[in-house]
């Protein structure tokens, strides 16, 4: 069961065809089926945050394996310990404003922040001058 966030919907859980017990156990949970996601939906009376750790508590009691989509390219392991902590950020990064850095603005600094797919925190990159070859030592 892979998790990830959608702008309109919230938390949305997705399986493969052959992963029915592990619906039927988020079913059970109260999340229900979207046609149009071809996903599951968390409950609307309980918040994402609260929904998706005692949906990752419930798989791993049965014996299913727990996954957040980590962008297009993939998706990490969603273990006990650190589903809450994933599904915060997931949160905060939902609910967020534009943050300073993408918005338009100040384009005269020297220094790039290069946003990385494996992280929240966009790195400063100085940009590199060349530098001539050095001769051949013989």
């Avoid at 957040?68 to 915060?88: D, I, K, N, S």
């Avoid at 967020?96 to 966009?122: F, I, L």
């Amino acid at each position: 069961m892979v998790f990830s966030t959608d702008p309109r919907h919230g938390l949305v859980a997705r399986s493969g065809w052959e992963q029915e017990e592990a619906r039927a156990v988020l079913h059970d949970l109260g999340w229900e089926w979207r046609e149009e996601l071809h996903a599951l939906v968390s409950p609307d009376d309980m918040p994402d945050l609260d929904a998706g750790v005692q949906a990752v508590e419930e798989l791993h009691f049965h014996g299913h394996r727990a996954g957040y989509a980590v962008g297009p390219y993939g998706t990490m392991r969603l273990t006990l310990e650190h589903a809450e902590q994933v599904f915060t950020k997931a949160a905060a990064r939902e609910t967020s404003e534009p943050r300073p850095d993408t918005a338009h603005g100040n384009h005269a600094n020297t220094t790039k922040r290069c946003q990385s797919a494996y992280s929240q925190v966009a790195a400063e990159v100085e940009p590199v001058t060349p530098e001539a070859p050095d001769s051949p030592s013989v």
